[in-house]
């Protein structure tokens, strides 16, 4: 066990044993038995005396429900006698009403009088079935307060809409009716049959009924809609309003929900501390699988509790609007990970490390190699040699696919410090690489920014390493029988000694001076020189002094060289 919380129970055993040990004292001084006897007969005592005072309490509740239903029942003779006496069709409806609730409260006291006076719970002894589970009833119920809430929040809303409705309907009406109206009033005057006047008088007088309603509606409608309007508040006022109402009535259960969700966020950080801190193959720069898997599930569960902790509250404190608002958005949150779970399911392969990319192994991105350095939530990728790194959430590696390596494949073609040639001629040392931008600068100070794309895509070659520089020289054809024998191992030896007298001498691995083959107009001899890395800034300079020594040698030993080869041609190859 580590050793603070090895102390920290040694404390609390040692306080606990001298608090007890004198109360241990005490109780051998005593007598035993008589206080065994005492003990009991009070424990007995003060049974009877709480089965009394439940069995009173229990006859005065039921006395109270016979003096209910004995007022319940004279009550419903009442009614009876009323609603036989009553004529209107009314008061007739409002006593029935009245009557059925009279009748339901006699049922619910008659229910609760067997209930209380059997003293346990009677109902399965009742013959009847149970119910059969609905799950869009149940699932209704539950999120009834929620949508009670909605409904009373756009009450005002949706009042102004039905009566502006009701307004257009009655509008669009009395028009038609208006038309109607007149015209049958016009047959009427213009009639002289009449057993045909009798028929437009009725429907006349029907119509004209229906006009007086339809005003009285419409101008009711208007009536309302006026009042509401003058009444309304501004929408930002309104929802103000409402919010600051809903959080009056709330603010304490929904601050007691956060509270619940910061303390099991606080203990999750604790309980990860202590595994982080007592597991050393917790923190392991590679773990193993069972740590993967047991980190998983404590994130797992720590999400779990802090969903389910304000629902908790919420239940607890019997606020239902709060309740159902949270099943809403668990429902939403199901649905969502519904959509989703195959893909988070690849992305917990992915974590616990037996996915399509594991550490230790090589994937490619972005245009570059990558080594997967760590997999986590969010994963570290590094490029060994160009020094980069990368951090990505691990969603990202879902569809890719890592492999082994071997230590001899290549990641990047430079690093910093570097002097390379590209393709396009360009020569420079490398002063800066990133994900997106390569930087070279030339000898005299001048930079070229390449993208990293575009700097790959001219095959930089790097001198770093070593190099070699091949240098060719036309001499004339009347040195034909020479050219093969003699001139080689002569131009070897001067550019040989050349080196040796210069600065270069040390870093120069290789000279080599063959024939090359017969041009145009020239016997063409080639000097082949191999450098260390040390002098790639020096690439061009060597080239120019190996161009000056071979003429110099020309000159040494009469070397004629053609008039149209006056010029040495040097040219850059990237491999012998």
Same mark, same amino acid.
């Given at each position: 066990?580590?050793?603070?919380?090895?102390?920290?129970?040694?404390?609390?055993?040692?306080?606990?044993?001298?608090?007890?040990?004198?109360?241990?004292?005490?109780?051998?001084?005593?007598?035993?038995?008589?206080?065994?006897?005492?003990?009991?007969?009070?424990?007995?005592?003060?049974?009877?005396?709480?089965?009394?005072?439940?069995?009173?309490?229990?006859?005065?509740?039921?006395?109270?429900?016979?003096?209910?239903?004995?007022?319940?029942?004279?009550?419903?003779?009442?009614?009876?006698?009323?609603?036989?006496?009553?004529?209107?069709?009314?008061?007739?409806?409002?006593?029935?009403?009245?009557?059925?609730?009279?009748?339901?409260?006699?049922?619910?006291?008659?229910?609760?009088?067997?209930?209380?006076?059997?003293?346990?719970?009677?109902?399965?002894?009742?013959?009847?079935?149970?119910?059969?589970?609905?799950?869009?009833?149940?699932?209704?119920?539950?999120?009834?307060?929620?949508?009670?809430?909605?409904?009373?929040?756009?009450?005002?809303?949706?009042?102004?809409?039905?009566?502006?409705?009701?307004?257009?309907?009655?509008?669009?009406?009395?028009?038609?009716?208006?038309?109607?109206?007149?015209?049958?009033?016009?047959?009427?005057?213009?009639?002289?049959?009449?057993?045909?006047?009798?028929?437009?008088?009725?429907?006349?007088?029907?119509?004209?009924?229906?006009?007086?309603?339809?005003?009285?509606?419409?101008?009711?409608?208007?009536?309302?809609?006026?009042?509401?309007?003058?009444?309304?508040?501004?929408?930002?006022?309104?929802?103000?309003?409402?919010?600051?109402?809903?959080?009056?009535?709330?603010?304490?259960?929904?601050?007691?929900?956060?509270?619940?969700?910061?303390?099991?966020?606080?203990?999750?950080?604790?309980?990860?501390?202590?595994?982080?801190?007592?597991?050393?193959?917790?923190?392991?720069?590679?773990?193993?699988?069972?740590?993967?898997? $047991?980190?998983?599930?404590?994130?797992?569960?720590?999400?779990?509790?802090?969903?389910?902790?304000?629902?908790?509250?919420?239940?607890?404190?019997?606020?239902?609007?709060?309740?159902?608002?949270?099943?809403?958005?668990?429902?939403?949150?199901?649905?969502?990970?519904?959509?989703?779970?195959?893909?988070?399911?690849?992305?917990?392969?992915?974590?616990?490390?037996?996915?399509?990319?594991?550490?230790?192994?090589?994937?490619?991105?972005?245009?570059?190699?990558?080594?997967?350095?760590?997999?986590?939530?969010?994963?570290?990728?590094?490029?060994?040699?160009?020094?980069?790194?990368?951090?990505?959430?691990?969603?990202?590696?879902?569809?890719?696919?890592?492999?082994?390596?071997?230590?001899?494949?290549?990641?990047?073609?430079?690093?910093?410090?570097?002097?390379?040639?590209?393709?396009?001629?360009?020569?420079?040392?490398?002063?800066?690489?990133?994900?997106?931008?390569?930087?070279?600068?030339?000898?005299?100070?001048?930079?070229?920014?390449?993208?990293?794309?575009?700097?790959?895509?001219?095959?930089?070659?790097?001198?770093?390493?070593?190099?070699?520089?091949?240098?060719? $020289?036309?001499?004339?054809?009347?040195?034909?029988?020479?050219?093969?024998?003699?001139?080689?191992?002569?131009?070897?030896?001067?550019?040989?000694?050349?080196?040796?007298?210069?600065?270069?001498?040390?870093?120069?691995?290789?000279?080599?001076?063959?024939?090359?083959?017969?041009?145009?107009?020239?016997?063409?001899?080639?000097?082949?020189?191999?450098?260390?890395?040390?002098?790639?800034?020096?690439?061009?300079?060597?080239?120019?002094?190996?161009?000056?020594?071979?003429?110099?040698?020309?000159?040494?030993?009469?070397?004629?060289?053609?008039?149209?080869?006056?010029?040495?041609?040097?040219?850059?190859?990237?491999?012998?």
């Amino acid at each position: 066990m580590y050793q603070p919380y090895k102390n920290f129970f040694h404390l609390i055993g040692l306080i606990a044993c001298c608090l007890l040990f004198p109360l241990s004292v005490l109780a051998q001084t005593l007598p035993s038995e008589p206080a065994e006897v005492e003990l009991t007969q009070s424990s007995e005592m003060n049974t009877v005396n709480s089965d009394d005072e439940a069995l009173d309490k229990t006859l005065k509740t039921l006395n109270s429900f016979i003096i209910l239903r004995k007022k319940l029942q004279k009550d419903i003779e009442i009614v009876r006698k009323q609603l036989k006496s009553e004529q209107t069709e009314i008061e007739k409806e409002a006593l029935k009403q009245h009557l059925l609730e009279l009748q339901s409260e006699l049922r619910s006291t008659k229910k609760n009088f067997r209930d209380i006076a059997a003293g346990v719970d009677i109902s399965i002894l009742k013959n009847t079935e149970e119910p059969v589970f609905d799950f869009e009833e149940e699932l209704s119920s539950l999120l009834k307060p929620a949508f009670d809430e909605m409904k009373e929040m756009t009450s005002q809303v949706r009042k102004k809409s039905e009566l502006k409705e009701k307004i257009i309907f009655y509008e669009e009406r009395l028009p038609v009716l208006e038309k109607a109206l007149s015209h049958i009033k016009k047959l009427n005057t213009n009639n002289k049959n009449e057993s045909l006047r009798k028929v437009f008088d009725a429907a006349i007088l029907t119509w004209e009924q229906k006009q007086s309603f339809m005003l009285s509606e419409l101008q009711a409608s208007n009536l309302q809609l006026n009042k509401l309007l003058a009444a309304e508040t501004s929408v930002m006022e309104s929802s103000q309003s409402y919010l600051k109402s809903f959080f009056q009535k709330r603010g304490l259960y929904l601050s007691e929900a956060i509270l619940v969700v910061f303390s099991i966020f606080l203990l999750s950080k604790f309980f990860y501390n202590i595994m982080y801190r007592l597991m050393p193959g917790f923190k392991a720069e590679h773990r193993s699988f069972r740590f993967r898997l $047991l980190e998983l599930l404590h994130r797992l569960f720590t999400i779990l509790f802090m969903i389910m902790g304000p629902m908790v509250v919420f239940y607890m404190v019997e606020d239902w609007v709060l309740f159902s608002l949270g099943i809403l958005l668990l429902l939403g949150l199901s649905w969502t990970l519904k959509q989703a779970l195959p893909h988070y399911w690849k992305q917990v392969y992915l974590f616990l490390n037996i996915g399509s990319v594991r550490e230790n192994e090589r994937i490619f991105m972005q245009g570059l190699p990558w080594k997967v350095q760590r997999i986590n939530f969010f994963t570290k990728l590094i490029n060994p040699v160009a020094d980069l790194s990368l951090r990505i959430p691990l969603n990202e590696l879902v569809d890719l696919t890592s492999r082994p390596f071997e230590h001899s494949e290549p990641w990047f073609p430079c690093q910093k410090g570097d002097w390379v040639i590209l393709n396009n001629g360009v020569r420079g040392k490398v002063t800066g690489i990133s994900l997106e931008l390569i930087e070279l600068i030339e000898r005299g100070g001048a930079k070229h920014t390449y993208q990293t794309s575009d700097f790959l895509a001219n095959a930089p070659r790097n001198l770093a390493t070593n190099f070699r520089i091949k240098e060719t $020289l036309g001499i004339s054809y009347s040195l034909q029988q020479e050219c093969t024998t003699s001139i080689p191992d002569l131009l070897h030896q001067f550019i040989k000694q050349k080196f040796e007298q210069s600065e270069y001498g040390n870093k120069l691995l290789n000279l080599r001076v063959e024939f090359e083959l017969a041009n145009n107009s020239s016997l063409d001899i080639v000097i082949i020189a191999d450098f260390k890395g040390e002098l790639g800034d020096l690439y061009n300079r060597l080239r120019r002094a190996i161009q000056r020594w071979s003429v110099e040698a020309c000159t040494e030993y009469d070397w004629e060289i053609p008039f149209p080869q006056m010029t040495l041609h040097g040219e850059v190859h990237h491999s012998e």
